[in-house]
């Protein structure tokens, strides 16, 4: 039988936390048909978005333990759309476009939200 002593010694989930970044976004990319009342972020260009981001995240180097941009189904945020929902600091941006990505992605690096693009309670 093969000793294991080795891998019990190891810190737990030690390989996990390494490939954590500090933080999460999720783009909401959910598609509705056009005639839903509720409306879809995908309507709004949420993939465009999506695309942006990653490609801001990644040019600035934030892409291998700063930050992980990741598409997402139904936010449950359908009037605010295109929707980002980012954790753990667990907030939303609405109204999110294209040309606010670099913006976005300035407030990842200075630890301050944009402000103006979160979604409140009101």
Do not use: W
Not at 6 to 33: D, E, G, M
């Amino acid at each position: 039988m093969a000793d294991l002593s080795p891998l019990t010694s190891r810190p737990a989930y030690s390989t996990l936390t390494s490939l954590q970044r500090k933080r999460y976004l999720f783009v909401c990319i959910n598609r509705r048909a056009d005639d839903n009342p509720k409306g879809c972020c995908a309507a709004k260009d949420s993939e465009d978005v999506y695309r942006a981001l990653k490609g801001e995240v990644a040019a600035r180097g934030l892409a291998k333990l700063e930050a992980r941009v990741c598409t997402s189904s139904c936010l449950d945020q359908c009037d605010t759309g295109v929707t980002v929902l980012v954790e753990p600091d667990h907030f939303f941006y609405g109204r999110v476009t294209v040309a606010d990505v670099p913006e976005i992605v300035d407030g990842l690096i200075t630890g301050q939200p944009v402000k103006r693009l979160m979604l409140t309670a009101d």
